[in-house]
C-alpha cells in the first residue's frame, strides 16, 4: 500500500513515520521549494510526546527540548493564581516538552528521510488538486519550476495546514477563517533563565495576554534560556488576513501595553524589546466540519482541525491524528474503511478541542481572576478555591486526551 501525503510539518511526517512502521510506502509532497526551520515556540503535550517516544524518538526529543515542569497562570499584577504541574513529575506517563517548531520538524524530517529514504520527501510539490478511480487516488501538483506532476498511491492525506488545497476541494464554498479578534506578537531570544528554567507562565486575561517558556535543552544545559514569548492583544479592527501570515513580520508598538504588568522575576518589555525578528498573525481558526474523510482521501492536523493556539494543543492533536490514522489502517481490510475508522476515532475529539479553545480552554482561570481581582494587594486564596481552578484544568485534560496515571 502506498500513502501520499500532502504537507512535511509536524502532522504530516509523524504520519508518514507512523505508516512505514506499519508496511506503507509513503511519498511526501511539501508545497515551499526548500524546508526550513521556520516558527517559534510550541508545547508538545505529554499524549503527543507518547506518539513519538512510541516511535523511538524519545532520546532525540529529549535532546532538543526542554521537559516541561509546570504551567503557571499569573494575573497582570504578578499574582500566581494557579501552577498546573505537568510532564511525568506531574504524574503523566511521558514528558512535555516545549521545543522550537522547527527544531521538532527538522527532528521529524531527519528520521523520515533515514527510515523512508532521502526520496520520499520531496518538497516545492503545490498540491492543485486530486481524482479517484477505482482503487486509485491521483494526485496532481505545480512544481517549482512552472511544470506540473501527478502521484498515484492508495490513499491522500491532506496534512497541508491552515490553507489546506485537500481541504478546499473537499469542502469548495467554506469562506474565511474565522477570527477571534486577538493578534498574536510572537518572538524568541536568549538570555539568562528565570525560575527553574523548565516552567512556563500565561499572565493577563482574554484581552492582553502574555506567555513566556524557554525552548532549548541546548540552551538550558548553558544556564542560558532560548525564551519564546507570544503577546496576545484584542483588536476591534482587525487587518485583512492573508495565506503568508504565519510569517509576517510584526511591528514593535503593541509593547508600551505591557508596561504596566507586575512580572518581578523577568523584565518582559526588555525581553521583548531585545528580540531580533517579532512575528504577527491573527488568532483563527475554522468551523468543525462534519466529516474529514471521503474515499479514499482525508484531513489531519491544521487542515482537518485547525484552533487557537490556547492549551498547548495544535501539535500534540496533529500528531494524535497520525497515530490514529496508522492504528485504523493496520486494522483495516482496505483503506477507505480504514480513512473511515480513523475519522469515527478522531473527529469528535478534534473538534470538542477546537470548540472549547473558543471558550479559552485551560486559561479560563485568568479570566476568573481578572474579574475579582482589583489590585496587587489582593489575595488570590481569599477570591478564588483550589477546588474551581483545579476543576477547570481536570476538565480540560480530559477533553484533550492528556489525562494523569490518576486520572485514568
Known amino acids: 500500500m502506498k500513502a501520499i501525503i500532502a504537507g512535511a510539518g ?3 511526517l509523524t504520519a508518514a513515520l507512523a505508516l512505514q512502521r506499519i508496511g506503507w510506502q509513503v511519498q511526501l509532497a511539501e508545497a515551499v521549494p526548500e524546508l526550513r526551520p521556520l516558527g517559534v515556540g510550541i508545547n508538545l503535550l505529554p499524549h503527543g510526546s507518547a506518539v513519538l517516544h512510541d516511535l523511538g524518538l524519545g532520546m532525540r526529543l529529549a535532546r532538543i527540548g526542554v521537559r516541561t515542569r509546570a504551567v503557571e497562570y499569573r494575573t497582570r499584577f504578578g499574582h500566581l493564581i494557579a501552577s498546573d504541574p505537568r510532564g511525568m513529575e506531574a504524574g503523566f506517563p511521558t514528558p512535555q516538552y516545549s521545543i522550537h517548531r522547527g527544531a521538532l520538524q527538522f527532528m521529524l524530517l531527519e528520521a ?8 520520499a520527501v520531496r518538497s516545492g510539490l503545490r498540491l492543485t488538486g486530486f481524482e479517484e478511480a477505482g482503487d486509485r487516488v491521483t494526485a496532481s501538483f505545480a512544481t517549482a519550476d512552472g511544470g506540473s506532476e501527478r502521484l498515484e498511491g492508495d490513499i491522500l492525506v491532506g496534512a497541508d495546514g491552515f490553507h489546506s488545497a485537500v481541504r478546499a476541494q473537499l469542502y469548495p464554498g467554506e469562506g474565511q477563517a474565522h477570527y477571534e479578534g486577538v493578534m498574536m506578537f510572537r518572538g524568541a531570544h536568549e538570555q539568562a533563565p528565570f525560575g527553574d528554567g523548565r516552567t512556563m507562565f ?3 486575561n482574554h484581552d492582553v495576554k502574555f506567555v513566556c517558556y524557554p525552548i532549548s535543552e541546548e540552551a538550558r544545559r548553558r544556564d542560558r534560556a532560548l525564551l519564546n514569548w507570544v503577546a496576545e492583544l484584542r483588536h476591534d479592527s482587525p487587518r485583512p488576513l492573508h495565506p503568508g501570515d504565519w510569517s ?6 503593541f509593547i508600551p501595553r505591557f508596561r504596566d504588568f507586575g512580572i518581578d522575576f523577568l523584565d518582559i518589555v526588555a525581553l521583548m524589546e531585545a528580540t531580533e525578528e517579532i512575528f504577527e498573525f491573527p488568532m483563527i481558526d475554522r468551523d468543525p466540519l462534519p466529516r474529514w474523510s471521503v474515499g479514499r482521501v482525508t484531513l489531519l492536523g491544521d487542515a482537518a482541525h485547525p484552533m487557537y493556539p490556547i492549551g498547548a494543543n495544535g ?3 496533529a500528531i494524535l491524528d497520525a497515530a490514529a490514522l496508522a492504528e485504523a489502517l493496520a486494522a483495516a481490510e482496505a483503506p477507505a474503511a480504514g480513512l473511515a475508522a480513523y475519522e469515527a476515532a478522531r473527529l469528535q475529539p478534534a ?7 473558543r471558550q479559552s480552554g485551560p486559561e479560563r482561570v485568568l479570566d476568573i481572576a481578572d474579574a ?4 496587587p494587594d ?8 483550589a477546588a474551581e481552578l483545579e476543576e477547570v484544568a481536570r476538565s480540560y485534560r480530559a477533553l484533550a486526551g492528556f489525562r494523569r496515571r490518576d486520572e485514568a
Request: hydrophobic share 40%.
Open 372 to 375: 475579582r481581582v482589583t489590585g
Open 351 to 357: 473538534n470538542a478541542v477546537v470548540l472549547a479553545n
Open 248 to 253: 509576517r513580520r510584526g511591528s514593535r508598538d
Open 112 to 119: 523520515a528521510m533515514e527510515r523512508l529514504g532521502p526520496q
Open 315 to 317: 501539535a500534540s492533536q
Open 202 to 204: 500565561i499572565a493577563g
Open 10 to 12: 509536524i502532522g504530516g
Open 378 to 385: 489582593d489575595r488570590i486564596e481569599d477570591l478564588i478555591s
